[in-house]
C-alpha cells in the first residue's frame, strides 16, 4: 500500500518551453503533498508544499511564477516548470502523506521521481 | 529553524558486518518524527524507519535499528548483518509536528563490500 505515482520519470525538452510534472496517490488520499529537488550527489530541498484546495506554501528563494503547483484532488498535485531553461534540470520528487490531517504523524510516500533535461 | 546534519559523507562496510550512520539535528521543538531514508542508484526513497521523539524505546525494524538520543538531539541508524543491497545513499531526516514539511540532512553514501 501507499503507493505514489510520479509521471513522467524522464523528459527532455527545448529551453522555452514548459514541463508538467504529475504525482498521484494511487491507493490513498493526502491533504498535503510535498515538492523537492534534488541536484546530483546532494540532499533533497524542499520546493514547496501543496495543500489541496488552497494555494501551494514555497520555500524561500523558490519562484512561484516559475514553478506552478496545482493540488486539485486529494490524490493528484502537478508541478508545472514554465519556460523552462537549463538551469531548471534536476530531478524532481514529489511527496504524499496519507490522511486528511495536515499534521498527520503518518510518513511521507515518495514517487520514483521525474529526471528533467533542458536543452 | 530545524537543521540536520549528517557529518560522514561516506562509508563502507564489509558484507555482514555492523555499521553506524550518524545524525544530528537542531530544534526548539518537543514533538517532532526523525526518519531514516535509503535512496538507491535508482534514485527511488525507500523509508527505512522512523521514530516518534515522544517514545523513549528505540525502534528497530530488522536488521535496522536507532540509538535516539533526545537530549543530545542525536539519531543514529545501525545496520546489522550488512547486505550488498544495502548499498544507496542514506538521509535522516526530520519532521517537526507542528510544521508538517521534512527537512533531510546532506546524506551518507554508504558501500557494502563483498
Known amino acids: 500500500g501507499a503507493v505514489v505515482s510520479q509521471h513522467p520519470s524522464w523528459v527532455i525538452c527545448k529551453s522555452g518551453t514548459s514541463v508538467k510534472i504529475e504525482c498521484r496517490s494511487l491507493?490513498?488520499?493526502?491533504?498535503?503533498m510535498f515538492w523537492y529537488r534534488q541536484f546530483p550527489k546532494q540532499s533533497l530541498m524542499l520546493m514547496a508544499t501543496?495543500?489541496?484546495?488552497?494555494?501551494?506554501?514555497?520555500e524561500q528563494g523558490v519562484e512561484k511564477d516559475k514553478f506552478l503547483i496545482n493540488h486539485a484532488s486529494l490524490t493528484l498535485s502537478t508541478l508545472t516548470v514554465t519556460s523552462a531553461h537549463p538551469e531548471d534540470s534536476s530531478f524532481y520528487i514529489c511527496?504524499?502523506?496519507?490522511?486528511?490531517?495536515?499534521?498527520?504523524?503518518?510518513?511521507?510516500?515518495f514517487g520514483d521521481g521525474t529526471r528533467l533535461s533542458i536543452l | 529553524a530545524q537543521t540536520v546534519t549528517q557529518s560522514q559523507p561516506e562509508m563502507s562496510v564489509q558484507e555482514a558486518e555492523t555499521v553506524t550512520l550518524s545524525c544530528t539535528y537542531d530544534?526548539?521543538?518537543?514533538?517532532?518524527?526523525l526518519f531514516w531514508y535509503k535512496q538507491p542508484p535508482s534514485r527511488q526513497m525507500i523509508l527505512v524507519i522512523r521514530?516518534?521523539?515522544?517514545?523513549?524505546q528505540n525502534a528497530t525494524e530488522n536488521r535496522f535499528s536507532v540509538n535516539f538520543q533526545k537530549a543530545a538531539k542525536s539519531f543514529s541508524l545501525k545496520i546489522s548483518d550488512s547486505q550488498l543491497g544495502d548499498t544507496a545513499m542514506y538521509f535522516c531526516?526530520?519532521?517537526?509536528?507542528?510544521?508538517?514539511?521534512?527537512?533531510f540532512g546532506a546524506g551518507t553514501r554508504l558501500t557494502v563490500k563483498p
Open positions: 511527496s504524499a502523506r496519507p490522511g486528511q490531517d495536515p499534521y498527520s504523524n503518518q510518513p511521507q510516500h
Open positions: 491507493d490513498f488520499q493526502a491533504t498535503t
Open positions: 501543496s495543500n489541496e484546495g488552497s494555494k501551494a506554501t514555497y
Open positions: 530544534t526548539s521543538e518537543n514533538n517532532y518524527y
Open positions: 521514530q516518534e521523539a515522544y517514545k523513549q
Open positions: 531526516a526530520f519532521t517537526s509536528y507542528n510544521n508538517n514539511d521534512m527537512r
